[in-house]
């Protein structure tokens, strides 16, 4: 029962332009949202957060937008950079709980 | 963000050794660390959370017996995985969280790379 979903298993975005990884939950339960970046043999990195009393929130070049009613969540990169190359996984957590649920993640590759 | 470490980064061992793997946090103070393994081209799979000074709290499918974790300091947990066999071979990555932020960020350690031969 995979409670986290990115469909997108890899996604190609050129250099400059807006780069958008999408994530869907099923849990109604999750109130608080995570996006990681994750390079081979390393560990996660984490980006940006978001809680369930907001829609949106923004770091920098990165920006994440939450839509409760069609538990759907996304990240926008912009401007995208080489450095952005690699693997980006939402991860959700629950009310009340600290553990964290992490979809199957995305491979970003940024076209110079 | 804070700073999560662990130790080895990469072991290889015979079928039938135990390997312990280290992960401490290092700029602050952590009662529960979270152990995870990531198969190839798989997602991030929580094995158990790691509380200081108590028992570790098993996900389903998970065998206590054979991945003993230890959390006997605020900073420091281990995994021990016993009897290892090649498919144990896997990416173990640990976590923890800044008890005083109020926020459940995890922060993640460098991953320790098993191969079992």
């Known amino acids: 029962d995979q409670q986290v979903k990115q469909n997108s298993p890899s996604l190609s975005v050129q250099e400059g332009r807006i780069s958008i990884l999408n994530c869907d939950y099923t849990n109604s339960m999750f109130d608080y949202f995570l996006w990681y970046k994750k390079y081979p043999a390393e560990g996660p990195t984490f980006l940006i957060s978001i809680s369930s009393i907001k829609d949106k929130n923004e770091d920098g070049r990165f920006t994440v937008f939450l839509n409760k009613s069609a538990k759907h969540l996304s990240l926008h990169i912009v401007p995208s950079q080489p450095g952005d190359s690699a693997v980006y996984f939402c991860a959700a957590s629950a009310k009340g709980n600290e553990k964290l649920t992490f979809g199957t993640g995305t491979r970003l590759t940024i076209i110079p | 963000g804070a700073v999560v470490s662990q130790h080895p980064s990469r072991v290889i061992c015979k079928s039938g050794t135990s390997v312990k793997i280290e992960c401490r946090s290092l700029d602050f103070q952590a009662t529960t660390m979270f152990w995870y393994r990531q198969f190839p081209k798989q997602s991030l799979m929580l094995m158990a959370t790691?509380?200081?000074?108590?028992?570790?709290?098993?996900e389903q499918g998970v065998e206590k017996d054979k991945f003993l974790i230890n959390h006997a300091s605020l900073t420091l947990s281990t995994l021990t995985v016993t009897s290892a066999h090649p498919e144990d071979s896997s990416f173990y990555i640990c976590?923890?969280?800044?008890?005083?932020?109020?926020?459940?960020?995890?922060?993640f350690g460098p991953g320790t790379r098993l191969l079992v031969l």
């Open positions: 790691s509380n200081e000074g108590s028992k570790a709290t098993y």
């Open positions: 976590s923890a969280r800044v008890p005083t932020s109020g926020e459940k960020t995890q922060y």
